[in-house]
Every structure is written in C-alpha cells, then in structure tokens.
C-alpha cells in the first residue's frame, strides 16, 4: 500500500529553522518524483519545492528559493525539507505528496498525499 508520512513541524521564531521529512513506502523510490506542498488557512494549496529520485534535480518556487532545500535518502525512502530563516508568511500545513517522474509544483498532479504537518512561525 502506498503511504507517506511526514513528521518534524512546530512552531519556530521568525528567521528560525525546521527539518520535515516525509517517509514513504509502498513506491519504487527511485522512480518517484516527491514534491512538498503547503496551504495556510483560507488558501489553496502551493507548491514549494520537489525532487525527482532519479536525477536528483529539485525546485523551488519563487517564496522559498534560498531557504529552503529539498533532499532525498534513497536507502531511508525518505525525502527531507530543510526549512531556514523561516517567515511569518510560511506558516502553513505542509504536504508532501507522490507522482511518477517527472515532478511538478502543481498540487492536481500528484496522486498520493501525506496527512500534512503544521508549521508555525511567530514572535
């Protein structure tokens, strides 16, 4: 069965640091393209960052670049957002979510989905 499970939100300080890692099974890891996502309340849900497993290749939306770095532990099946000098503005439940390659920023492209992880940035 195909699963993802995130872990690793809280709450943070503006300009403080997170590490979500999303663990999944049930896939050919090396053929998945893994992507991250979050929805603040109100709004919809955008795309962050993704990684395709094949290549290595990521990216990243305009919001995150320059903070934000995606990875992938192929022999833990796990995929991790390194989160740095957070914003009040990223505060979200993120998402990280499961396609075939290639990947995409586009939340309607992907087929599975993790439970979501709150992250909250406040002073």
């Known amino acids: 069965e195909a699963q993802l499970v995130e872990s690793g939100g809280g709450s943070v300080q503006p300009g403080g640091s997170l590490r979500l890692s999303c663990e999944v099974s049930?896939?050919?890891?090396?053929?998945?393209?893994v992507g991250w996502f979050r929805q603040a309340p109100g709004e919809g849900r955008q795309g962050v960052s993704f990684?395709?497993?094949?290549?290595?290749?990521?990216t990243y939306s305009d919001a995150v670049r320059g903070r934000f770095t995606v990875s992938s532990d192929k022999a833990k099946h796990t995929v991790y957002l390194q989160m740095n000098s957070l914003k009040l503005e990223d505060t979200a439940v993120y998402y990280c979510?499961?396609?075939?390659?290639?990947?995409?920023?586009?939340?309607?492209?992907?087929?599975?989905w993790g439970q979501g992880t709150q992250v909250t940035v406040s002073s």
């Open positions: 990684i395709s497993n094949g290549d290595g290749s990521t």
């Open positions: 049930g896939f050919d890891f090396g053929d998945l393209a």
């Open positions: 979510a499961a396609r075939r390659w290639p990947g995409t920023l586009n939340p309607l492209m992907y087929d599975y």
